[in-house]
């Protein structure tokens, strides 16, 4: 079968298809074949529409990855099409993101429960002598299937962070307890008291979402009003004297064992505010997905959040907006604790 060439254009292009389309048959036998392209598609993330209809964000990427795929099937014995697609009946452009995004979600619970189990066996240990046996491996395996699943993220599916914040304290858990000279009851390493800081450079990861964008408001409310946010890739970055950095790995401030970064933030700060605190109930549920303080709010906050991440891809943006959300929920919070 022929190849129908998508062109150029890359999703949401205006007036462009946003979709490529694999539409293929198999042959009947061998029954393995079925199984190995299955395989394939799965691993580039592809949607299944139907049974033998898959689908990919348009891009030049996807379409030479899906070709080789329909040259595969091709080969076989199969018969397959790719085409550049606009959804026009039926399935829209958003029940089509929302497949892909069903997919990482699962894929980041996943990943999550382990990290969470993990975090358990390592819980009150600092010595190396105490760690169990293959958890540094075992934190291998979880970031590379984590950086696996944001490799196939298009859409910024729900718990991504939830499973980066629990492999960041995992990470810096066996660090601590692997340092040179560390033995049982160490101290950890200082933070900076959150209270002194003025003017500081905050970084933390791009693409905010519900705990960083809640440490932010936190921030310029309360701790540093002055304070200046910088927006930088998940690893590799080097922070530059004097930046403080929050929710992302090797950060001062980020998870700590099963509290969100919000809430370690908020425990540096020695906050009494009960309003603050219900705050931090909310977004624990939201971004570690354990429904531990069962707040009935989180649901709400959780579908203003996406729909905040989802209007706008700037940061900043992400966190004025934001902000306005969790100063009427601290106002809300306020008038029921009188």
Known sequence: MAVQDP???????????????????????PAYLRVRIGRRLQGLGAAALKNTVYALPRSDAAQEDLAWVLREIVEAGGEAVLVAATLLEGLGDEDVEGLFQA????????????????????????????????????????????????????????????????????????????????????????????????????????????????????????????????FVAPRGYRPRPGEIRFDIYDAEFTHDGDRCTFEVLLDEAGIKDPALRAIAEVVHD??????????????????????????HRDDERRIERGAELFEDLHRAFRRTAR
């Not at 696996?148 to 492999?167: C, K, N, S, T, V």
Request: aromatic share 6%; glycine share 10%; proline share 8%.
């Open 7 to 29: 062109g150029e254009a890359h999703p949401g292009a205006a007036g462009e298809p946003r979709w490529l389309l694999l539409i293929h048959q198999l042959p009947p036998k």
């Open 103 to 230: 997919a990482r979600s699962s894929d980041y619970a996943r990943i999550s429960e382990r990290a969470r189990k993990l975090a358990a066996t390592l819980h009150g240990k600092r010595g190396a002598s105490r760690l169990p046996p293959r958890a540094a491996a075992e934190l291998r395996r979880l970031e590379a299937q984590l950086a696996g699943a944001i490799a196939l993220d298009f859409f910024e599916a729900p718990g991504r962070e939830a499973a980066e914040g629990r492999i960041e304290a995992i990470a810096a858990r066996l660090r601590a307890a692997t340092a040179p000279g560390s033995e049982p009851g160490t101290a950890p390493r200082p933070r900076p008291d959150p209270r002194q800081i003025t003017g500081g450079t905050w970084v933390t990861r791009r693409g905010v979402h519900i705990d960083r964008i809640a440490c932010a408001w936190l921030i310029r409310r309360f701790l540093d009003p002055r304070a200046r946010f910088a």
């Open 286 to 311: 939201i971004d570690l997905k354990d429904a531990k303080f069962g707040r009935p709010e989180a649901a709400g906050v959780a579908r203003l959040i996406e729909g905040i991440a989802a209007v």
